[in-house]
Each structure stands twice: as structure tokens, then as C-alpha cells.
């Protein structure tokens, strides 16, 4: 398993399809995986620091860990099949839920849990992009030029 750091929600064009891209935080290789558009928001406004005046989901999901005095202990990304990503909830209680990555994603930026990926997920999935090269945001739009989803084994 592989540490993973959040580095951002993006657009892919032209289908407008939001994909959250991971990094291995001692790596050169980056996850990328396809999500939903309510789930980008929900790691965006997280990764921004903003706090809605109601709870999201997400918000409302770490609210009752805190009531229920549970912790999240970390969001491990386990598998990728037919270009479809899954992931683990791992509980201070050592119980563990299939969750999709987003949702994981989302809740692990709110509660500071460390996301971890199965180095078979990177060996599969994983982009490798040297960090001499530009600066992340450049590297970004440029690996989003050049792939697909059917790149990941992804059907549409």
C-alpha cells in the first residue's frame, strides 16, 4: 500500500467529466479517478477549507463518527476492476465498509484520515509524472490532453 496525497478535483474535456487526481506522496505516479460531480464538490469546498452552513453529507457522516466517539483511521483505495475503482472505510474499531473512492475521498479530507492505494491499483492505474518536469497544474492539463477513459479501461 502506498500513501496518497489529494492534489485536486478537475474537468476532464470535452466530456466534462470531474476526476479527483491522487499522488503518491514518495512517488512520481498519480491515480486518476473518474467521479461524480456532487462528490467533486464535496472534495473540492474540503480541500478549500470552506465550511457550509448546513452539513453535507460528508460533513454529517463525520458529525455522527464524533457522536458515536469513532474515528476514521484511514481510506484504502483496494482494487480496480473492469476501469472501476474501489475503496475501504477503515474504522478506529477495526470494522471496514466498501465505500466508492469519492465518498472516501471526501470524508477522509474532512477528518484528516491518510488515503492509502493497493500498489496493484498504481501498477494498473497509476500515471507516472517526474516532479523535475512543470509545475503541477501544467502536468495536469497536459496529462488530461493526452488520456481517456478508455485509457483505464473504462467503457463508456
Request: glycine share 6%; aromatic share 6%.
Amino acid at each position: 500500500m502506498k500513501h496518497m496525497e489529494v492534489v485536486g478535483v478537475r474537468v476532464e474535456m470535452p466530456s466534462n467529466q470531474p476526476i479527483v487526481l491522487l499522488k503518491e506522496s514518495d512517488g512520481e505516479r498519480y491515480l486518476p479517478i473518474w467521479i461524480g460531480a456532487v462528490e467533486a464538490t464535496a472534495i473540492a469546498l474540503a480541500q478549500q477549507g470552506v465550511i457550509p452552513a448546513r452539513p453535507l453529507t460528508h460533513d454529517l457522516f463525520r458529525d455522527v463518527l464524533d457522536a458515536l466517539d469513532a474515528s476514521l483511521s484511514t481510506v484504502n483505495i483496494t482494487s480496480l476492476s473492469d476501469g472501476i475503482f474501489y475503496a475501504e472505510l477503515v474504522f478506529s474499531n477495526g470494522v471496514e465498509v466498501s465505500a466508492r473512492p469519492s465518498d472516501s475521498i471526501a470524508l477522509a479530507l474532512r477528518t484528516g484520515a491518510p488515503i492509502y492505494a493497493h500498489d496493484d491499483v498504481i501498477d494498473e492505474a497509476g500515471v507516472p509524472i517526474p516532479d523535475e518536469q512543470e509545475d503541477e497544474v501544467e502536468k495536469f492539463r497536459e496529462f488530461l490532453d493526452q488520456i481517456s477513459p478508455e485509457d483505464f479501461g473504462r467503457t463508456t
